[in-house]
């Protein structure tokens, strides 16, 4: 059974830039929820999907977006990059009361 | 914002011995969940324990939970040098599929 498979693993942006991350669930999760980590401030919940729909959202700019396919599939966008966006960003997908598998993560920095 | 602390930060062992992290949270959960992390790459999760369950345990892992003082710990038993990793623990409730993630334990295992 394939994993949560999170794209690109690494990118470089400039400052100002805009960025979309991939994250493709494990088959049959229908919740996908995505996170940033950072030294500083750890692992933050960003937001989460289920059905093609925002059912939960951390408290980020709104700079920082997502949305999820009628597949799962999910994407997460975040315009006018700032340094302070530099973070590894995770996926990870569910199933009620099972815990969450994670995705790789992409490391995005910005320049 | 976190949920809350982690202790220690960091803990060095010897090959054989056991390994005790505790975590404390602030609100009222559904379950708290363990997860490990090695050099940054993505979560890999270990245990889920319900709020309504005191001990759980999975191989060389066991986790216990205490509601009344909302503090849970994780023992690794017989630790191998593979177990160097970050771990943390994370709990979820009041809201739809959101982890709210402690600070993390950086545990190393010497040979």
């Known amino acids: 059974k394939a994993g949560v498979t999170q794209t690109p693993r690494y990118l470089i942006k400039t400052r100002g830039q805009q960025v979309t991350l991939s994250c493709s669930p494990i088959s049959g999760h229908r919740s996908v929820s995505w996170y940033q980590q950072t030294p500083g401030q750890g692992l933050q919940f960003l937001f989460e999907y289920f059905s093609e729909t925002q059912r939960n959202k951390g408290n980020f700019p709104g700079r920082f977006s997502g949305r999820q396919f009628s597949n799962s599939r999910s994407e997460m966008n975040v315009s006018t990059l700032e340094l302070g966006d530099s973070a590894l960003y995770l996926c990870a997908s569910s199933l009620q009361d099972y815990g969450y598998t994670f995705g790789s993560g992409t490391r995005l920095t910005v320049v | 914002s976190q949920q809350g602390e982690e202790d220690p930060q960091a803990l060095s062992i010897q090959e054989g011995e056991n390994a005790t992290m505790n975590c404390s949270y602030k609100t009222s959960i559904n379950n708290l969940q363990w997860y490990r992390q090695n050099s940054g790459r993505g979560l890999v999760h270990l245990i889920l324990?319900?709020?309504?369950?005191r001990e759980k345990h999975s191989g060389r892992l066991r986790v216990t939970l205490d509601t009344s003082k909302k503090s849970s710990s994780l023992l690794i038993t017989a630790s191998r040098a593979a177990d160097t990793a970050s771990y943390f623990c994370?709990?979820?409730?009041?809201?739809?599929?959101?982890?709210?993630f402690g600070a993390g334990t950086r545990l190393a295992v010497h040979p």
């Open positions: 994370a709990t979820e409730g009041g809201g739809y599929n959101k982890l709210i």
């Open positions: 324990i319900r709020s309504n369950e």
